[in-house]
Nanobody, 124 residues
């Protein structure tokens, strides 16, 4: 199973930007769809965005559409989440995950292995 390591989180003011990275442990990453998730304090983990293995299809949660952009570089076996115009409500630990099918990523009950995540805090 591909291991994924998230990075790039931090403290940012409202309206600011961050780019998160999701580094894969092996080249088989290029055959997998990828998703970004987040979990805010006291809330359930939720899906933020997905991207297919060829970067031809992306999907976003309504709360982040138009502000976040998911991408990937299969040569570098790394995925990214560009976050702009951040809001305090975006404060959460962000995680990435991968699967053969985007439909698998859409249902968190299918996903059992998670990394440590990266903390994003939006505050003035």
């Amino acid at each position: 199973q591909v291991q994924l390591v998230e990075s790039g989180g931090g403290l940012v003011q409202p309206g600011g930007s961050l780019r998160l990275s999701c580094a894969a442990s092996e080249s088989t990453f290029e055959f997998l769809a990828m998703g970004w998730y987040r979990q805010a304090p006291g809330k359930q983990r939720e899906l933020v965005a997905t991207i297919d293995r060829e970067s031809s299809t992306t999907n976003y949660a309504a709360a982040v559409k138009g502000r976040f952009t998911v991408s990937r570089d299969n040569v570098k076996v790394t995925g990214y989440l560009e976050m702009n115009n951040l809001e305090p409500e975006d404060t959460a630990v962000y995680y990435c995950n991968s699967a053969l099918l985007i439909s698998t990523l859409n249902d968190l009950s299918n996903l059992h292995s998670w990394g440590q995540g990266t903390q994003v805090t939006v505050s003035s």
